[in-house]
């Protein structure tokens, strides 16, 4: 994904960039609204772009995918996972297990929020899923 912007704001390694809001906008999420309705995206300034200049940010299609699986496929799975562990564990000592399954899916998918979250904690603190400045579009004469 690439989306066009212009550097409004420059602070310790990262930008702030004012964006052309395109089609691909409506579903992701990754940026924030300003109160006046424009998209703002902060990113990593490995292009050392200035304030005023015309950017174009990034973040690869593989990056988007893998945090769309652990959003949502991580939890899925732990409720199963949970759901068939614990009526497993339940047909030993009872009969009816369908609704003892059930207790096992809902804590199964709150360790997942609670790892997803953690991981997300992670995340944003190493720049996993950050955005990025690929290239300059021109540099302002200063």
Known sequence: ?????VVIASDDGQVTVELDRSSACDKCGGCSMSPKGTMHATARN?????LGDSVVIALDETTILKAAAIVYLVP???AILGFFIVSSLAQLFTESSAGIGAIGAVIGLGAAFLGVSRYDSK???DGTYSFRLERERQVNAS
């Open 46 to 50: 490995n292009i050392e772009a200035s």
């Open 1 to 5: 994904m690439q989306e066009h912007g």
């Open 76 to 78: 899925l799975l732990a």
């Open 123 to 125: 995340a944003g603190k």
